[in-house]
């Protein structure tokens, strides 16, 4: 890996902590906070690319896997890894890395292809995956967790067109652009 790669890398990781510092919104009917970090997985997929979107957030759950307190909430260790919110965290690489390997299918990336992506791949996505392992986690139906998500669509919905809006800003600018295209371009 290039010296470039690794810092965009680390630049996203850090984005994500970042995004952690935002204290998080529990509800009363579930274990699963409201955070805006989905916003920086969207922004990661979108922004590096397939494989160091899903690098920059593999990097990010191992440094939450060691104690670092970067998820929402000052969260952090191994243990968050067998709550509620395991499966949505899990499914954040892999989000990155369809979002990116997606968008990187597209010759001119316009903002409403942006935007499909990310409310159809990645929302549909971290949902597919942490609502399932939510419910086992939880010891509930799979359709009980279904209801229980249904309250996040709101706020990820704004955290798409967010990320849409911000990817495509930034992969518009030549500068940003250029440096980006070519190490999303080595898959």
Request: with cysteine; net charge positive.
């Amino acid at each position: 890996m290039k010296i470039k790669e690794i810092t965009f890398v680390a630049l996203f990781a850090a984005i994500m902590g970042a995004l952690g510092v935002v204290p998080p919104i529990f509800l009363s009917f579930t274990p699963v906070p409201i955070t805006l970090q989905t916003l920086g997985v969207l922004l990661a997929g979108g922004v590096l690319g397939a494989r160091l979107g899903a690098i920059s957030q593999t990097l990010f759950l191992l440094l939450v896997a060691v104690g670092v307190p970067l998820l929402s909430g000052g969260r952090g260790g191994i243990g968050v890894f067998f709550g509620p919110s395991a499966g949505y965290l899990l499914s954040w690489p892999i989000t990155a890395f369809c979002l990116g390997y997606i968008l990187s299918k597209f010759k001119t990336l316009k903002l409403h292809n942006v935007l499909l992506v990310n409310l159809t791949i990645g929302i549909f996505l971290i949902y597919f995956i942490g609502i399932p392992i939510q419910a086992f986690m939880m010891n509930i139906s799979i359709p009980e967790a279904v209801g229980l998500s249904l309250v996040y669509i709101p706020g990820d919905t704004i955290k798409a067109v967010l990320a849409s809006l911000l990817v495509y800003r930034l992969r518009k600018h030549s500068f940003f652009s250029q440096k980006i295209s070519k190490i999303s371009e080595t898959f």
